[in-house]
């Protein structure tokens, strides 16, 4: 089996050691996970409570690895996240930060602990309840999902390219939300946001040029 680098060890191989897979936290936050070809699914270790931005990104964590290793490191051909299409989150799991899932570009479910309080998952994953007085948060769409679909009741604000690469038709948007992060909707060129007239997801909508139509209930 191979060896995990835990929350309290230092990553401390050389490169043609490389040990997959290779795990990294700081206090109770996840911050660097990488993965073998093994397996099409990521767990989230117990350990962590948080998911840091970027965790899962090869390109980002390059630049981490580089200054350990030197500006001339690469990774063994036995990386890689292209192929990851699951992850699972335990039921201690309390944030996620913005970006968590950058770089999982053929993520399509994120299975989520049905004794999680602060998370839902499936082909979609949000937020519901408050954590420290953030934003309750939509923060990832599956490219795969189709059709229609509407963000929960409560949900107040859309993240970072939580709907990038979206297929649906359209996303309908409630008068709670009240802020959008500007790649939100990144490469979603026939995508419709359907949302109250006057709401700041229609204007949100027309600021940055996306399909829109105005509802009412």
Request: proline fraction near 4%.
């Amino acid at each position: 089996m191979a060896k995990k680098i835990t929350f309290e060890e230092s990553l401390g191989v050389e490169p043609e050691e490389f040990t997959l897979p290779i795990i990294r936290g700081y206090d109770d936050a996840l911050v660097v996970y990488i993965p073998d070809k093994s397996s099409n699914t990521i767990t989230i270790p117990e350990l962590a409570t948080v998911i840091d931005g970027y965790t899962f990104d090869l390109k980002d964590l390059k630049e981490v690895f580089e200054e350990e290793y030197g500006s001339g490191f690469e990774y063994p051909d036995n990386v890689g996240t292209d192929y990851i299409e699951k992850i699972v989150i335990h039921k201690n799991l309390k944030y996620i930060e913005n970006y968590a899932f950058s770089g999982l570009k053929n993520l399509k479910t994120i299975e989520v602990d049905k004794e999680n309080p602060y998370f839902r998952g499936g082909d979609t994953l949000f937020e519901t309840r408050e954590y420290e007085g953030d934003y309750i948060s939509f923060l990832w769409c599956s490219s795969e999902k189709t059709g229609d679909y509407e963000v929960a009741s409560w949900i107040d604000s859309i993240g970072p390219k939580a709907f990038l690469n979206s297929k649906l038709d359209s996303v309908t948007l409630g008068e709670k939300i009240d802020y959008i992060w500007e790649d939100a909707f990144e490469n979603c060129p026939n995508l419709v946001i359907k949302a109250p007239e006057g709401s700041y997801a229609i204007e949100y909508a027309k600021e940055n040029g996306l399909k829109f139509e105005e509802i009412t209930y």
